[in-house]
């Protein structure tokens, strides 16, 4: 992967394919698309009508942002992949996606998810910590979502399991604007 600073045009949102979010987690993630699309950033995300990240992709293209979907084989052959973006990359596998996705993007603005988040996050913050990119990472902290995730990175750094430096690859913004002000100051 190449070393080089945030490219303003793109942020890559990673976030829940849950359709059963919240209606704070909800708000937030449309808010995110609008502002994102409002900032003249392209939005990459991971191309489905699933949950979350279709409201954000939506909210994006219905605000005249672009929408980039880096979509597996698979989920296209399970007719999951949205329709209507202005670019589809359609990739072999999650291995795959993962690594198109961060190196087209040029900030990770990640909202609140599970399982599919989690693994995205940690793989683009495990990059980040080694060198591989200096791309901003910003959790975007809907209703204090993050907060247990961010007790246990201290309980790592006080076990000595984690350094305390690696915490300071991550900015945490409480609010759509705060996320993207944080992406376009590098974190």
Not at 136 to 153: E, R
Not at 171 to 187: D, M
């Amino acid at each position: 992967m190449e070393h080089h600073r945030l490219h303003p045009a793109t942020v890559c949102v990673y976030c829940a394919s849950s359709a059963t979010v919240s209606p704070a987690i909800k708000e937030a993630g449309a808010r995110t698309g609008r502002l994102l699309a409002e900032a003249g950033l392209a939005l990459i995300y991971g191309g489905t009508t699933c949950g979350l990240m279709k409201i954000t992709a939506d909210a994006h293209q219905a605000a005249g942002g672009r929408v980039i979907g880096i979509v597996p084989e698979f989920m296209v052959e399970q007719g999951i992949a949205h329709p209507d973006l202005d670019e589809v990359v359609a990739v072999p596998d999650l291995r795959t996606r993962k690594a198109t996705m961060i190196e087209r993007a040029g900030a990770f603005l990640v909202l609140p998810g599970g399982l599919g988040t989690l693994d995205e996050l940690f793989d683009t913050l495990a990059l980040k910590q080694l060198g591989l990119h200096r791309k901003p990472i910003v959790l975007l902290d809907t209703d204090g979502y993050w907060q247990p995730l961010l007790a246990f990175l201290r309980h790592g750094v006080a076990q000595r399991t984690i350094r305390a430096e690696h915490l300071d690859l991550l900015a945490i913004a409480a609010t759509p604007e705060a996320a993207l002000a944080a992406c376009l100051t590098g974190g």
